[in-house]
Structure formats: C-alpha cells, structure tokens
C-alpha cells in the first residue's frame, strides 16, 4: 500500500523558515517523482516542486524559485522542502504526491493529473 506522510507545517514570520517531510512507503522509489503541492482557501492546488527519486533532478515553479530547495534522503524514503524566505503568499496546505514515471527535469512534473498518490497535508500559516 502506497502512503505518503507529511510532516513540518507550523506557524512562522514572514521570512522565516520550514522543513516539510514527506515520508513514503509501498513503491519502488527509483520509479517515482515526488511532487510538493499546495492549495490556499479558494484556490486551484499547485505546484510547488517535484524531484525524481532516481537521479535526484528537480523542478520548481516560479513563484518559490530561489527560496524553496527540495531533497530526497533515499536511505529513509525520505523527501523534504526547505522553505526558506516565507512570504504570506505562500500560506497554504502543503500536500505531497507520488507519480510513475515522471522526470523531475522539467515544468510537466508538476502537472496535477500525473499524481495517483497523495498525502493527508500539512498546514504552512506564513503571518505579516
């Protein structure tokens, strides 16, 4: 069974830091790209970051380009984005997901339609 877990939301200043985790079991890794989304109130879910288990290539949307890093520690199964640099505008619902096949090299990684697996979320509350 594929699951997926999230962990390191919280509440922080404008222009702090968090470490999300994303700890996932049931699925060969080297196969997956693991994909960082987030869904503010009102809002379409997004992509965040993306990166390929296999061979560790990653891909960011524009808007936390620079500030956000996404890493895999492969001996845990382990996927974390350190967000750095908070803004208000990044207050969401932070979800992690799993997808075959997919490339961390480019934008298509972080298409929504590609993602069969998904975690529970975890809340990122950025305050002014």
């Known amino acids: 069974e594929v699951q997926l877990v999230e962990s390191g939301g919280g509440l922080v200043q404008a222009g702090g830091s968090l470490r999300l985790s994303c700890a996932a079991s049931?699925?060969?890794?080297?196969?997956?790209?693991i994909g960082w989304f987030r869904q503010a109130p009102g809002k379409e879910r997004e992509g965040v970051s993306c990166?390929?288990?296999?061979?560790?290539?990653?891909y960011y949307a524009d808007s936390v380009k620079g500030r956000f890093t996404v890493s895999t520690d492969n001996a845990k199964n382990t996927v974390y984005l350190q967000m750095n640099s908070l803004k208000p505008e990044d207050t969401a619902l932070y979800y992690c997901?799993?997808?075959?096949?997919?490339?961390?090299?480019?934008?298509?990684?972080?298409?929504?339609?590609?993602?069969?697996?998904w975690g529970q979320g975890t809340q990122v509350t950025v305050s002014s």
């Open positions: 049931g699925f060969i890794f080297d196969d997956y790209a």
């Open positions: 990166i390929s288990f296999s061979d560790g290539r990653a």
């Open positions: 997901s799993a997808a075959f096949g997919v490339s961390g090299s480019n934008s298509y990684c972080l298409s929504v339609d590609l993602y069969n697996y």
